[in-house]
């Protein structure tokens, strides 16, 4: 295995990616069993889904080798302190190592422990989560030399006396940021204004009154902010602000008006809005910028009103809102939301009042898929995904459709499929599963409490026996029935077909990568 991943000299190999997201092992595999002194000409590394101890391994024994590397990139899905220690100790603090680019994702971080420390000289660009508002600041002080950031900020706590103790990071050109929380506009200027060099932004954030205000947040408010930076060339913002019943609240068109001043018309900044029933202004800049919208309002006004499909181009995810405003006369306009939205892979809503049956069918004979959510989500809530027909990953409910089709012409083109999700798994889609699926690399079943509890002891044999080009699956099993001894069948049949294999069961989730 080590030989596949390396089938030339370590000493030239230059970018190397390892992930235990549908491989669950490799990463520890490689790092327990690979010489890395003999990587001495590395310059880039991923690592997707780390674990705190494969992650603590790196840091300490392997990292101190990589003298070339510059890029750094990781993901993990346990955000705990450990992994937030380590990695504040080993990449944000100064040292040696020639690292600049650091892309982090999984972990929230406080920021406080650096405080006191001398600045990082090194990190030029930085993709990172951060707890509070406090912690922004913190890094801005931090990271003088600092020239491209993305960061998202989950809560907006604030000690009104760091305000004032922001450090302008003058080499600061490129700023993707996104406020989860409410925030005042006042603070979200004091936080953009002192980076005056900025070109490009792209900033996502909701906004909540001062106490007493009555005045809608417009295009005015927003050249001010935007003013300072001489040297913008690029500007995307969605912006939500949340009113009070007192707000003096006007027109779309006479909000809309305050966009037209020789600023944004000199940019060519075109803007949009929507009201909810629930007092919120949504404002967003055309062409759309980021890959998820929420839909709100109704769909009707909606359609009316954004007619382009080129300004959604960019909307992978849509979430439709439990506040849109939804009756019989609506369907129709929801069809036309598949058009605006012409690359949209999930449409999701906390409600399902707004799926009638035209619609479901629609879904049914158009590629697209509901997916099974977790149950500790709300009953009316859904998902769909859709199937992109070149795509290499499928998603079905079951397989019972392509039993009906013509199969000569799926079978020609699902070869290209290399990995595979099936929600409502049984026996009979096992059989399917190797029958148009014989080549797939990449399997997750979904089972429910009556199907997992009437499987024959040999269907997992008789499916991993006849497709030899799996290298990885995940079960999900229902947690709340009696657990068959599924690791002991695994261990068994794998045994049996001398295939090395890492495995892990628990939570209802089987995974297994050989």
Known sequence: MLQSLLPYSPDKLRVLRLSNEATFGQ?????????????????????????????????????????????????????????????????FIPTDQSLTDCFITGVNFDMTRLIGRLPNKNLRELTITLSTINDLIILFNYLPQL????????????????????????NLTMLTLTIKEAITLDIFQQILTPHINL??????????????????????ALEKIFRNFYQLTELHFYFVHKQTPNNNSISNELYLFSFTSHFWTNRSVKVSTDVTNAHERHIYTLPFHFDTFELTGSFS?????????????????????????????EYPSVFLIFKIFSKLKTISSMENQWLSNEIKFYFETNNWTQEKLPSSLKTSACKY???????????????????????TNFADNS??????????????????????????????????????????????????????????????????????????SLINTLTSLKKHFFLRNNDGIVNLWF
């Open 385 to 407: 995904i859709r199937n992109n027909q070149k795509g290499t990953h499928q998603y079905y409910q079951t397989l019972d459709e392509i039993a009906n089709i013509d199969q």
């Open 147 to 170: 020239q491209i950031l993305k960061c998202t900020i989950e809560k907006t706590v604030l000690d009104t006396n760091n305000i004032s103790k922001i450090q302008a990071l003058n």
């Open 199 to 220: 070109k490009k932004l792209s900033l996502q954030a909701r906004f909540v009154d001062k106490a007493q205000s009555k005045v809608e947040i417009g295009g005015l």
């Open 27 to 91: 990463i520890s595999e490689i790092l327990s069993n690979f010489d890395w002194s003999q990587l001495n000409q590395l310059e880039a590394l991923t690592f997707d889904s780390i674990r705190s101890d494969e992650l603590s391994k790196y840091l300490s024994t392997i990292h101190p080798l990589l003298k070339h590397l510059w890029r750094l990139s990781l993901s993990t899905t346990e955000n705990n302190k450990l992994i937030e220690t380590l990695l504040l100790d080993h990449i």
């Open 301 to 329: 006004n909606f359609t009316l009103t954004k007619a382009s499909c080129h300004d959604f181009i960019n909307v992978h995810h849509l979430i439709i809102s439990s506040q849109m405003n939804i009756n019989r006369y």
């Open 415 to 488: 070869k290209r499929v290399r990995q595979l999700t099936i929600f409502n798994m049984t026996e009979q889609q096992s059989i399917l599963v190797i029958y148009f699926f014989p080549w797939i690399d990449t399997l997750t079943l979904h089972f429910d409490s009556k199907t997992w509890q009437t499987l024959p002891d040999e269907w997992l044999f008789n499916l991993l026996i006849k497709m030899d080009s799996l290298f990885s699956l995940t079960i999900y099993y229902p947690v709340d029935v009696k657990q068959k001894n599924i690791s002991d």
